[in-house]
T-cell receptor
Framework: DAGVIQSPRHEVTEMGQEVTLRCKPI?????LFWYRQTMMRGLELLIY????????DSGMPEDRFSAKMPNASFSTLKIQPSEPRDSAVYFC?????????????FGPGTRLTVL | AQTVTQSQPEMSVQEAETVTLSCTYD???????LFWYKQPPSRQMILVIR??????QNATENRFSVNFQKAAKSFSLKISDSQLGDAAMYFC????????????????FGQGTILTVHP
């Protein structure tokens, strides 16, 4: 398996623009997670899905952020409008199921820079 | 809420030597799961080792082992025979037990420790 795939790897945009980050989880995994990593706040869970349904979005910072999972093999994280403080590395991860011992497999991340 | 603390922002070790990375956590739960993830310069987070709180025996994966002290809420990672490829940021993570249904016990990460390996 190719692992979790994220695109783009790098994104540079200007304040006010819409940004869409994409993720393809590992085939057969039931759970998908979006994380944000910054120097100040470390690694934070934004939202997670189970079988394409959002379960917990309490980590989404504000209404400018939205996430969708239209099918089992694709998810997007959208920021509209983007702001400089959104600059971070965004990770997508997937897990086979909800058993606590199971590993989360991470993608390579998208480094977002908002100018 | 659970918190995870890694008190060593940076550590260094000579190649072939042993190094221990510290992690403490705060929780009121009796059953939980602990993980160490490695993040090399490529940014990819890779699972190194995991431990179930109800297991007394410390987990071991090749050169990596943990010292799990449940009463002290401590979960340190020992890397033996350090190699240049071990250089990375290491994250300790705590996971709550699943609440049932579709709930997934939240994974809480520490701030990370940057490990440098000197040849």
């Amino acid at each position: 398996d190719a692992g979790v795939i994220q695109s783009p790897r790098h994104e540079v945009t200007e304040m006010g623009q819409e940004v869409t980050l994409r993720c393809k989880p590992i085939s057969g995994h039931d759970y998908l997670f979006w994380y944000r990593q910054t120097m100040m706040r470390g690694l934070e869970l934004l939202i997670y899905f189970n079988n394409n349904v959002p379960i917990d979005d309490s980590g989404m910072p504000e209404d400018r952020f939205s996430a969708k999972m239209p099918n089992a093999s694709f998810s997007t994280l959208k920021i509209q409008p983007s702001e400089p403080r959104d600059s971070a590395v965004y990770f997508c991860a997937s897990s086979l199921d909800g058993r606590p011992y199971n590993e989360q497999f991470f993608g390579p991340g998208t480094r977002l820079t908002v100018l | 809420a659970q918190t995870v603390t890694q008190s060593q922002p940076e550590m260094s070790v000579q190649e072939a030597e042993t190094v221990t990375l510290s992690c403490t956590y705060d929780t009121s739960e009796s059953d939980y799961y602990l993980f160490w993830y490695k993040q090399p310069p490529s940014r990819q987070m890779i699972l190194v080792i995991r431990q179930e709180a109800y297991k007394q025996q410390n987990a071991t994966e090749n050169r990596f082992s943990v010292n799990f002290q449940k009463a002290a809420k401590s979960f340190s990672l020992k890397i033996s025979d350090s190699q240049l490829g071990d250089a990375a940021m290491y994250f300790c993570a705590y996971r709550s037990p699943t609440a049932g249904g579709t709930s997934y016990g939240k994974l809480t990460f520490g701030q990370g420790t940057i490990l440098t390996v000197h040849p």
